[in-house]
């Protein structure tokens, strides 16, 4: 470590020999950067401060019925938008920063020293908080055009934040509006092709009873209960013909065949058949297979009543018994009643079994239909579906485009644009001791690289050192009273050197950062 030391002095004393070579270097390169830090033009920065309440009491009070707006989203878009080549050159042309620019790389400079000198913070808010506080900022020589720079900026934040909302809401619905023509087309060529499909597949169709399976099962159905009503009717009707039959056989010794009925029960059997037949015909045709089957029954019974009105004549008249009796006539009554139901039945049980018929011969077709007609109802459904939607979706854009025209971002100025009475740039403190200390560096590295070019032994131990012999003696110099007053002047001259350029330094500092600076100090006293 003390060798260190030594090597340490002995290279200071060695350099201390151009020290006069070291100041003078450090009196130019602080005379030269005092002079370029004085000649650099004072830079101003104007400023404002713009609140912007995103809130809206119209998406309150309408809740879900409007989409709401993505503001944070706009006013990032905005804020980048303001920094881009095409806003900066009409920023420069409003503030006449392109006077200058003659080629269009020119106008590149012009407009890559605007975005370098503009900054737009975001002070407040944040992603998912509704309000913003924002800082606007230019940096320019003449601070009447940065706060020009920066109510530009402004009103064009304020104004492209609103267009920019409501040119969002415009695209959405022109967006919207192509969406729904397009599926007008689309759900106008569904229904026509469902149109289509049921005027050629009439009587294929499903009805309000189902489908071909749940049809052909409820008249199967209904084919085979008409049939156990059937077999009942004719059982109960040969119940009562069995009655009819005794009655007969304690009233009167003849014997009354089932088809030899008064004429009086037969004539009450074509009346009741007349009837049920007008009331047919009030809801069929003449071609309805009950229509005809009671036609027919109709005819049979008026056949019967002329052959036992031709036998009765021939007999001569019937049994009086028979006539009077009211139980035989009650039975004639309940066998005729027997009789119609027998023959509804009857024509019912062919109509359900030609429909069964029908519907097991369309057994390979009916299917298909449906499966056709269930995927044509399936795509119309859907479009009819998302056509609904976007109706639904642009009458909601137009609420929240009505609502945005109405409700718009409220923009509140904080602090209007501005600029400050003392310039930001250039920081002339802190330049010039820069320059100060760099003069003293720049000269002491001379003198230690000018002690190296000319190197001298201060002491016997560096002669040992370099030459690696032993030192056997060393002679002292003895210094005269006129060397040592030299010295001593040169020393107290070098000291005045130094502690002058300091004193330049403060003068030159309190100048420039307390003072009005050395050029306009110059200008003064050039103009007294």
Sequence with gaps: MEQQVQA???????????????????????????????TQPDVYRAETRVYIDTSSSLERVLNKQIVPADTEAQLRFVRQSLLGTIQLEKVARANDLHLQAVTPADIQRVVARLRQNIQIRSDGGGRRAPDNLYTIRYKDRNPDRAV?????????????????????????????????????????????????????????????????????????????????????????????????????????????????????????????????LETLLLRFTERHPDVIALREQLDELNARLKRERAEIAASGGASPGLQGNPVFQALQISLNEVEVEIANLSADVSDRERKVADLRSLINEVPKVEAELARLDRDYEVVYAQYQTLLQSLETENLSTAAQRTDQIDFRIIDPPAAGIKPVEPQRGRLLAMVLIAGLGIGGGLALALSQVRPVFTTRRSIEMITGLPVLGAVSNSISIADRRRRAVQASGFGVVVVALLGVFAGVYYVEVMGPGVIDLVKQVARA
Excluded at 18 to 32: E, Y
Excluded at 241 to 265: H, R
């Design 8 to 38: 340490v002095v002995s290279q200071l004393r060695s350099a201390w020999r151009f020290r006069w070579w070291a100041i003078g270097v450090a009196w130019l390169v602080c005379t030269v950067g005092w002079a370029w830090v004085a």
């Design 148 to 276: 020009s720079v920066v109510t530009t900026l402004l009103n064009t934040f304020v104004e492209d934040t609103r267009s920019a909302e409501l040119s969002a809401s415009d695209v959405n619905q022109d967006f919207l509006r192509q969406q729904i023509s397009d599926y007008e087309d689309r759900l106008r060529d569904a229904e026509d092709r469902l149109a289509r499909f049921k005027r050629e597949n009439a009587g294929r169709l499903p009805g309000n009873e189902g489908g071909y399976f749940q049809r052909l099962q409820a008249e199967s159905e209904a084919l085979e209960l008409s049939r156990k009503e059937l077999a009942l009717a004719q059982s109960r009707r040969q119940r009562i013909i069995e009655q009819v039959s005794g009655e007969s056989a304690q009233t009167s010794a003849a014997l009354v065949a089932p088809g030899d009925l008064p004429p009086t029960s037969l004539e009450a059997r074509i009346a009741d058949g007349e009837a049920q």
